[in-house]
């Protein structure tokens, strides 16, 4: 994941009091606002949600723009599709996620 400031020139991003995670608020390219809230975890990963105000899902030229602002152009991220009893859903949002040490051995590839 890049560094804070690398991404600040391009949003403005708040920090959360006690974590690593920040948010603010971004238009895309398509001219769509969105609700981005990104971070790292203590169990090894950086993560980045997307909301959009326009009530829909992100398409997937969005969620590009969104990796490529958050990670470098050589750094792999995924959408994780979990099994049906482990959904969560709070909004309608998606979320991209990406080991810190970029080590996928975590998800039996590398």
Known sequence: M???NEIKGVMWLEKWPLTDARSGK?????GVDCSVV????????EHVSVALYARRLPRWDEMCYIKDLFWNEDEEV???HPKKS????????LHLWRPKDGDWAI???G
């Open 107 to 109: 998800m039996g590839r």
């Open 26 to 30: 971004l238009k895309l390219p398509s």
């Open 86 to 93: 482990e959904y969560v859903n709070i909004a309608e949002a």
């Open 2 to 4: 890049k560094e804070w």
């Open 38 to 45: 990104a971070g790292r975890n203590e169990e090894g990963w």
């Open 78 to 80: 995924v959408q994780i």
